[in-house]
């Protein structure tokens, strides 16, 4: 039963354009959303979060919107840098069970220059 | 400041056997989480240790156990060892909340 899909296994983007990474949740329960990076050999890296009382939150490059009634969420990086490229990562959780984070598959992402 | 440490970063084991990672969380931080990472399966949550007392399990067998230590240093167990056990085991500790989570480099485990 995966709660939180991530749809797309790869996207290639152009230096400089935008690039969006979309993920889809079922349990209405998660109230707090999180994007992670991961290169390969490292573990993931927080980029950004979303709790589930906003619809839009930005930090520099990247911007994550939530739709809470289609339940989905996605992550916008412009411009885009070839360092950007990874697997994406897209989490969720139900604050009041602590830190239980439930992951979509990961999405490659790949800046060409 | 040092972050996450697993360690050993590579382990080779056979089935039947068993096995014992090790976590060191970032100073101050009381909550360790662990997680495995499959090819097939992604990220998923095994369980998460505050204050020597685990407070969370995700749905794995009784094979897989953990625990942490007064200093916040967590272990994690698994005993007869099957080949779908191979994975890359991440560790995660927080202060609090999800944003502090940092992951350390994870331990390669492969099962033959």
């Known amino acids: 039963d995966q709660q939180v899909k991530q749809n797309s296994p790869s996207l290639s983007v152009q230096e400089g354009r935008i690039s969006i990474l979309n993920c889809d949740y079922t349990n209405s329960m998660f109230d707090y959303f999180l994007w992670y990076k991961k290169y390969p050999a490292e573990g993931p890296t927080f980029l950004i979060s979303?709790?589930?009382?906003?619809d839009k939150n930005e930090d520099g490059r990247f911007t994550v919107f939530l739709n809470k009634s289609a339940k989905h969420l996605s992550l916008h990086i412009v411009p885009s840098q070839p360092g950007d490229s990874a697997v994406y990562f897209c989490a969720a959780s139900v604050m009041e069970y602590g830190n239980k984070l439930v992951f979509g598959a990961g999405t490659i992402l790949r800046v060409k220059s | 400041k040092a972050g996450v440490t697993q360690t050993p970063r590579y382990l080779i084991k056979t089935r039947g056997q068993q096995v014992t990672l090790s976590c060191s969380p970032i100073s101050g931080h009381r909550s360790v989480s662990w997680y495995q990472q499959t090819p097939g399966q992604g990220l998923q949550f095994l369980f998460e240790?505050?204050?020597?007392?685990?407070?969370n399990k995700g749905n794995f067998p009784g094979r897989f156990s953990g625990r942490q230590f007064s200093n916040s240093r967590s272990e994690m167990n698994v005993s007869t060892l099957e080949l779908g056990d191979s994975a890359l085991y991440l560790c995660?500790?927080?202060?609090?909340?999800?944003?502090?989570?940092?992951f350390g480099s994870g331990t390669r485990l492969t099962v033959v």
């Open positions: 240790y505050f204050s020597e007392t685990q407070r």
């Open positions: 979303i709790s589930s009382i906003k």
């Open positions: 995660a500790s927080s202060l609090a909340g999800h944003d502090g989570y940092t």
